[in-house]
T-cell receptor, first 115, second 115 residues
Framework: DTGVSQNPRHKITKRGQNVTFRCDPI?????LYWYRQTLGQGPEFLTY????????KSRLLSDRFSAERPKGSFSTLEIQRTEQGDSAMYLC?????????????FGEGSRLTVL | GNSVTQMEGPVTLSEEAFLTINCTYT??????LFWYVQYPGEGLQLLLK?????DKGSNKGFEATYRKETTSFHLEKGSVQVSDSAVYFC??????????????FGQGTRLTINP
């Protein structure tokens, strides 16, 4: 499978715990995006990487959230001290640098439930 | 700011019916417009796009025309099939650093086609 891969697919945690999600983009894609989707809503932009550089972050990304892409390949999204309001689907997407048409390739998402 | 508004769902139709899903947008500048589709158990995938006014995007029998004068990008299909059952998202793109594109999504419209 050469698509965008996300793990774990589902995570249930207690409030206050830390969680980490991993995204493996399509191998030749150097742009990587994280979005969050809550029930009944469309995805909302969280952050964007070009290679290993995190170039933009949404104000939705509070201090408890941190994303990394250390070698310009896979990325991790960590949420510290989770809150019930963090319950959502976290989507990763990737694209080619020279594709400026806005077409993103999405993974199936990681669903977080905070009890 | 930039935003997308879709007709509320869910929408239920019989097979071979005509489909319209309305989408209007608010944006500064001249965004590209997209329809993404999410089939059950799968990630979001691009259905069609249009990058400038009066362009028509088409794919799999679906069409949408970029109407700048009405700021709309309505999705249409002449004869729907059961396999078209999915959630449909209208989106526009805005520019990020180094030419990357951030997608702003509508809330999604769930479509169910009955045989």
């Amino acid at each position: 499978d050469t698509g965008v891969s996300q793990n774990p697919r589902h995570k249930i945690t207690k409030r206050g715990q830390n969680v980490t999600f991993r995204c493996d983009p399509i191998s030749e894609h150097n742009r990587l995006y994280w979005y969050r989707q809550t029930l009944g809503q469309g995805p909302e932009f969280l952050t964007y990487f070009q290679n290993e550089a995190q170039l933009e972050k949404s104000r939705l990304l509070s201090d408890r959230f941190s994303a990394e892409r250390p070698k310009g390949s896979f990325s991790t999204l960590e949420i510290q001290r989770t809150e019930q309001g963090d319950s959502a689907m976290y989507l990763c997407a990737s694209s080619l640098a020279w594709s400026n048409t806005g077409e993103l390739f999405f993974g199936e998402g990681s669903r977080l439930t905070v009890l | 700011g930039n935003s997308v508004t879709q007709m509320e769902g869910p929408v239920t139709l019989s097979e071979e019916a005509f489909l319209t899903i309305n989408c209007t947008y608010t944006a500064t500048g001249y965004p590209s417009l997209f329809w993404y589709v999410q089939y059950p158990g799968e990630g979001l995938q691009l259905l069609l796009k249009a990058t400038k006014a009066d362009d028509k995007g088409s794919n799999k029998g679906f069409e949408a025309t970029y109407r700048k004068e009405t700021t709309s990008f309505h999705l249409e299909k002449g004869s729907v099939q059961v396999s078209d059952s999915a959630v449909y998202f209208c989106a526009l793109s805005t520019s990020l650093i180094q030419g990357a594109q951030k997608l702003v999504f509508g809330q999604g419209t769930r479509l169910t086609i009955n045989p």
